[in-house]
């Protein structure tokens, strides 16, 4: 199992890359959604991704709708991950293929629940 963090805060690059770290789970990181369509074409498979919404190049819901209209991924599980707990940020997030949708701030607990609820076992 692999892991894909996307996120331009390097602060939560590394929280999440330390959680997955703990459980021997392998983390690659990306600072914004172009390096994260980078990742999954070159250093895929992933078994899921937890995109950011708010990022500079790219932004999360670009990269989720990129990522979505390619079959290559369609085994991979992707998380948004946004500050933004608005309904219509969710629904957007769903219609554009997302697996779940996650409120920061959140912590190991809630992270490893949403993973679950997104399908990803054995986590
Ligand atoms: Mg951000």
Known sequence: MRALVVDDSRFVREYLHSLFARRGVP?????DGS???????????FEFALLDWNMPVMSGIKMLREARADSLFDQTRMIMMTTEAENDHIEAALEAGADEYMVKPFDEEGLFEKLRMAGVEGI
């Open 27 to 31: 983390c690659v990181e990306a600072a």
């Open 35 to 45: 390096e994260g369509l980078d990742c999954l074409r070159q250093l895929g498979p």
